[in-house]
Each structure stands twice: as structure tokens, then as C-alpha cells.
């Protein structure tokens, strides 16, 4: 008696875990690619190949994210707005507190950056280093120079997950919209992302990818937030130039780190070199 009751709260146990995993809804599942399908795949824009900031638009080599005044409402570059006048993201009164709050705090030499953590999304997106697009049916994956972090983009037909599990660079799910490609972006945690305004849970990331010509591309950024902003904010756009002869190189971040923070959060070097030939 004793076993079948064991059995029986086994079964309901496993049965709650999947339950949970699912999000309580049926769980897509992908199928394997057809022949139909890498044809149609041939027949999308060409987004393959390595892609750098081009100067001049948005970016480039030495150029990383802005960091604005919160409480001005200045996020990662201001958007402009009618009659090309420059304008910050609107946030609520609950978030624009907490943007003064994050203004009037001196930014530590202590922080995520200076210990290898990566920009979260979209931070990562605008980082001074070259990405590469990959094509498969159902997919477009970034790998990305910097960090060497890597996003995926399911274009496959299953929906933006109900509870996802934060993350740096959240759960992305596209379709194709003509030629452009439209990604979803939920499940954020709370990291750095090259915004300078604070952000709930809540928050999503619209982002809009489009060949402008046979080398160049296009990428336009939304966020919507109902909790920290009261409308809408879109991110200057970012233009990326192809270079078809380029490879992504390593990047270690932790490689002949001899940087650290005493205990009082005061960054310092180690100027001895222990990977230098002795003399």
C-alpha cells in the first residue's frame, strides 16, 4: 500500500514538474527541417556573413554605448523626435524616481563590466565589435565578437515563451515581414544593457533587421515597457556594413587579467607580468 502511494505522488510530482516547464501550455515542438524549407530559406534577404558598426552610424571600432542621464530620460543614445529635436525615453513617475535615484549614485570601478560580465540586450547589440548572422530554416543565430556570446532568434512559428526565465539577453522569437526580419525579445534580468533608465520585468525589445543595400543593413530597436514607460521608446538606428572576408575572432576576457578591486572597491593593476620571459 504503502509503494502504490509512493508510485502515485512519483507520477504526480513528475506530472506537476512538466506541468511547470510548460508554462502550463502545450509545448511546441519544432520539426525537422524539409527540403521545402531550405529552398525557402533561399529565397530570404542575405543576412549571412560578418557584420561591424559602420562610422558614422550608430557605431564603429572604439565606440561603445552611451551612458546618459537617467532622470533627463536618456537611454543608450536619445531617439529624435518630430522636427529632429532630441527625445529621451518617458518614463513613469514610479521609474522616474528610480532614475534619479540611479543618477545621484557614483558609478562604482567595481562593476559588472570590469569583471568580465557582458552588456545584456541590447547593450550587446552596439558593442564595438564585429558579429556574425548565420541561416537555417527556422533560425537566424548572432555570434557575437564580443564576449563571444552567442543569441538565437527563432523564426520557426513558436510563440514568445508565457514565463520565461530571465536572462542577459532574453528569449527572441522572429518572423519575416517582407524582407524584413522582426524579433520579439522578453525574459530580461537585471544587468547592465547600455540603458541608462531603469527597466521592470516587463520590458520588451522590438527589433527590426533590413538589407538597405547588398552590404549594408539596418537595425531599428523599440522598447516597450508598461511599467517603467509611458509610451513606446525607439533607439537611434544602427548601421552595419558586411565584410565578407572577415572571420570572428576569440575573446577572452579573463586572458592576462590583471586588473582588480581592494576591498573597498578602488580598481588597481597588477603591473608585473607573469606570463612575461624573464630576463
Known amino acids: 500500500m504503502m509503494r502504490t502511494t509512493q508510485l502515485i505522488l512519483l507520477g504526480s510530482v513528475g506530472a506537476a514538474l512538466a506541468f511547470s516547464q510548460s508554462g502550463g501550455a502545450k509545448k511546441y515542438t519544432p520539426k525537422a527541417p524539409s527540403a ?25 571600432r572604439g565606440r ?12 543608450g543614445g536619445a531617439a529624435r523626435g518630430r ?15 528610480k532614475a534619479k535615484e540611479m ?13 568580465c560580465l557582458p552588456p545584456g540586450l541590447p547593450g550587446i547589440m552596439g558593442q564595438p565589435y564585429p558579429m556574425e548572422f548565420l541561416m537555417t530554416p527556422g533560425l537566424v543565430t548572432i555570434v557575437i565578437e564580443a564576449y563571444s556570446q552567442v543569441r538565437h532568434i527563432y523564426t520557426d512559428g513558436r510563440p514568445l515563451p508565457e514565463d520565461p526565465d530571465p536572462t542577459f539577453y532574453g528569449a527572441s522569437v522572429g518572423r519575416w515581414e517582407g524582407d524584413a526580419l522582426v524579433a520579439e525579445t522578453v525574459g530580461f534580468a537585471q544587468v547592465p544593457r547600455g540603458l541608462s ?16 543595400d547588398a552590404d549594408t ?20 538606428p544602427r548601421t552595419l556594413k558586411r565584410h565578407r572576408g572577415w572571420t570572428i575572432a576569440e575573446y577572452i576576457c579573463e586572458e592576462n587579467n590583471r586588473n582588480f578591486a581592494d576591498p573597498n572597491g578602488k580598481a588597481g593593476i597588477k603591473l608585473a607580468n607573469p606570463l612575461a620571459s624573464p630576463r
Do not use: H
Open 36 to 60: 521545402a524549407d531550405w529552398a525557402a530559406l533561399a529565397k530570404l534577404p542575405d543576412f549571412t556573413g560578418v557584420w561591424e558598426a559602420a562610422l558614422g552610424g550608430g557605431g564603429g
Open 64 to 75: 561603445g554605448a552611451a551612458r546618459g542621464n537617467p532622470a533627463a530620460g536618456a537611454g
Open 83 to 97: 522636427g529632429g529635436a532630441l527625445a529621451g525615453p518617458s518614463l513613469t513617475p514610479a521609474y522616474l524616481a
Open 103 to 115: 543618477a545621484a549614485q557614483p558609478r562604482p570601478e567595481e562593476n559588472e563590466t570590469a569583471n
Open 197 to 212: 533608465f531603469p527597466y521592470s520585468d516587463k520590458m520588451k525589445i522590438l527589433e527590426r533587421f533590413k538589407l538597405t
Open 217 to 236: 543593413m539596418s537595425i531599428e530597436t523599440t522598447i516597450v515597457d508598461p511599467e517603467a514607460l509611458t509610451a513606446p521608446y525607439s533607439m537611434p
